[in-house]
């Protein structure tokens, strides 16, 4: 696979808003496999590190994929990126391009690939995931039970908290509200945490299903975002959020097309 095949790959994947480059560095590093550079908008691939199989060329496209989603998340933000550059909306951004990818043939998932992997991950979340997510719904039936008792004998349930059973109070209210939503411990103690902590209905629901559905945390927190943002924003302002970052991405590009003709000048 060269430089034009996996380009052609990621366009193939997703259209690009801005034009960028996909170079082979010829070399191996022990660091990295690939890198992003928002400046010259170059996605670098140090190719020597992956075999010429069928499996390293789907670890390199794997790669590639990775630094497109920095390309892509930089042309959203106007052609930058912040100092941390795998944020919630980075990762998000990249399981959706991989979701695409493999739908399209382009990706191959490796996760599906091993009977054994699929056996194991199927004890560990009916085992571990499953099993501690219902324990701890279970707890939260106990703690209300315990608040009413509490009140009954006229004593404070955070007293309680503290002094007795020594919880955190955020953890209990937390568990408390996992039992009251009946949230679903397929998906697990840490993300029946997160929805617990949504006290929209539908939204809490809609996030519940994405979860059990197999999309990652990463990417349930940010539609939710964008849920929670468009509930409230007026249409007008909206487009006006995205005017702007239209307008800061011309000013990248038509930046950048200056310094281009300006090198051809001296050329």
């Known amino acids: 696979m060269n430089q034009d095949q996996v380009k052609e790959s990621l366009l ?4 690009a808003p801005a034009e960028f480059s996909v170079i082979f560095s010829g070399k191996k590093s022990g660091k990295v496999n690939g890198l992003y550079k928002p400046e010259t908008r170059e996605i670098i691939l140090h190719n020597r590190n992956f075999s010429g199989d069928p499996e390293g060329d789907n670890l390199l496209l794997y790669t590639a994929i990775h630094e497109y989603a920095h390309h892509l998340h930089a042309c959203a933000r106007g052609g930058t990126l912040s100092a941390r550059a795998h944020t919630s909306e980075f990762w998000a951004l990249f399981h959706g391009l991989l979701e695409k990818a493999e739908a399209k043939g382009i990706h191959r ?3 599906a690939s091993s009977r054994d992997l699929e056996k194991l991950t199927e004890a560990i979340k009916k085992k571990f995931l499953e099993e501690n997510g219902a324990l701890v719904k279970e707890l939260g039936r106990q703690l209300l039970l315990a608040s009413e008792l509490c009140e009954k004998i006229g004593g404070r349930f955070e007293d309680y908290l503290d002094r007795v059973l020594r919880i955190p109070k955020p953890a209990a209210h937390a568990a408390i509200r996992m039992y009251q939503y009946d949230l679903d411990p397929r998906t697990g103690p840490d993300n029946m ?3 617990a902590g949504i006290r929209n209905e539908d939204a809490r629901s809609g996030a519940e299903q994405s979860l059990l559905g197999g999309k ?6 940010i539609a939710l975002r964008n849920f929670s943002a468009g509930e409230g924003e007026d249409p007008k302002q909206r487009l006006e959020k995205e005017k702007n970052r239209l307008e800061k991405t011309i ?3 038509t930046r950048r097309l200056e310094e281009v003709q300006q090198e051809l000048r001296r050329l």
Not at 12 to 15: Q, S
């Open 12 to 15: 193939a994947v997703e259209d």
């Open 193 to 195: 945490r997160y929805l």
């Open 251 to 253: 000013t990248t590009l």
């Open 216 to 221: 990652s945390p990463d990417s349930v927190k």
């Open 109 to 111: 998932n490796v996760f």
